[in-house]
Nanobody, 125 residues
Framework: QVQLVESGGGLVQAGGSLRLSCAASGRSSIRHRMGWFRQAPGKEREFVAAVTWSGGSTYYADSVKGRFTISRDNAKNTVYLQMNSLKPEDSAVYYC?????WGTGIPRGDAYDYWGQGTQVIVSA
């Protein structure tokens, strides 16, 4: 059984940093990659970043390029999202997700098979 557990969310001032973590149990079922998505109130869920387990290829939404860094620790079955230079518009619930295969594409939510419960990030102006 796969479980994804996020942590590290919280309240931070604009310009500050946070690091999110996602611990994956049952990791062997998540063969291809891990991703981070976010959803703000009244908005649709959007892709943030993804990283492949093998090779560590990374992918980012344009809105976070240069500010966010995704990484993975294969030994710990954990994925991280380092968020720097945070802006109020980054405020959202951040979800960790796992994909068994390439699926319909990196940024598509329906390409991911497993989801965490989410962690809240609030960036104050």
């Amino acid at each position: 059984q796969v479980q994804l557990v996020e942590s590290g969310g919280g309240l931070v001032q604009a310009g500050g940093s946070l690091r999110l973590s996602c611990a994956a149990s049952g990791r062997s079922s998540i063969r291809h990659r891990m991703g981070w998505f976010r959803q703000a109130p009244g908005k649709e869920r959007e892709f943030v970043a993804a990283v492949t387990w093998s090779g560590g290829s990374t992918y980012y939404a344009d809105s976070v390029k240069g500010r966010f860094t995704i990484s993975r620790d294969n030994a710990k079955n954990t994925v991280y999202l380092q968020m720097n230079s945070l802006k109020p518009e980054d405020s959202a619930v951040y979800y960790c997700a796992g994909a068994q295969s390439w699926g319909t594409g990196i940024p598509r939510g329906d390409a991911y098979d497993y989801w965490g419960q989410g962690t809240q990030v609030i960036v104050s102006a």
